[in-house]
């Protein structure tokens, strides 16, 4: 397997839609594992850097919804398209109200999957960017001595630096120093880049 290729893990109970799935994915370069219960999915899982979830909502044992309950429990973040029946419509909605990617009913074509597919491995892509972001920021904010953060949060409150000083009961030089280290150790290049970490980590 190619590290770079996606990897779509299929859960269903028909063999023959499993055996048609393979086929598909390997034929547009796509990486494909299959299991017949939710369980042995878990049991097989393991994280890939791009990948998603072909889920049947109704399976033998535990349901697609069951499962979609214990991956959100395991923080199991990758994300879920539901394979329906007509009948199961409402519960695909439930599935997407907790935070299923899409619903396909079933019968579907080829090209109806891999296009939900793609958009959902973007998403996923675009999520993981973001959260890598926000943890960097979070370290950043982190790294800032309790001072500097005093003066970071009356930086972005929009006070200048002279009432900060007063606030503060520390010189206007001092304060100014402590803000071009906040900016430094942060990496913000501007107020508005700042003003967007601080409300990130909820100052």
């Given at each position: 397997m190619n590290s770079l290729?996606?990897?779509?893990?299929?859960?269903?109970?028909?063999?023959?839609?499993?055996?048609?799935?393979?086929?598909?994915?390997?034929?547009?370069?796509?990486?494909?594992?299959?299991?017949?219960?939710?369980?042995?999915?878990?049991?097989?899982?393991?994280?890939?850097?791009s990948s998603c979830l072909v889920l049947d909502i109704r399976l033998p044992g535990m349901s697609g919804l069951e499962l979609q309950k214990k991956m959100e429990e395991l923080q199991i973040d990758i994300p879920i398209i539901m394979i329906t029946g007509h009948a199961d419509v409402q519960m695909a909605v439930t599935a997407m109200r907790r935070g299923a990617f899409?619903?396909?009913?079933?019968?579907?074509?080829?090209?109806?999957?891999?296009?939900?597919?793609?958009?959902?491995?973007?998403?996923?892509?675009?999520?993981?960017?973001?959260?890598?972001?926000?943890?960097?920021v979070a370290e950043k904010w982190a790294s800032l001595t309790p001072r500097e953060k005093e003066v970071a949060r009356l930086v972005v409150s929009g006070k200048p630096n002279k009432v900060s000083a007063y606030e503060l009961g520390v010189s206007q030089r001092t304060v100014e120093i402590h803000r071009a280290r906040v900016m430094r150790k942060t990496g913000a290049e501007s107020l508005a880049d700042l003003v967007r970490m601080a409300l990130l980590v909820d100052t």
């Open positions: 290729q996606p990897t779509v893990f299929v859960v269903d109970d028909d063999p023959d839609l499993l055996r048609d799935s393979k086929f598909l994915f390997d034929s547009v370069g796509m990486h494909c594992e299959t299991f017949l219960t939710a369980d042995a999915f878990l049991e097989a899982y393991e994280p890939k850097p899409d619903f396909i009913e079933k019968p579907f074509r080829d090209q109806v999957l891999l296009n939900s597919i793609n958009e959902a491995l973007v998403a996923s892509s675009r999520s993981q960017d973001r959260k890598v972001h926000d943890q960097d």
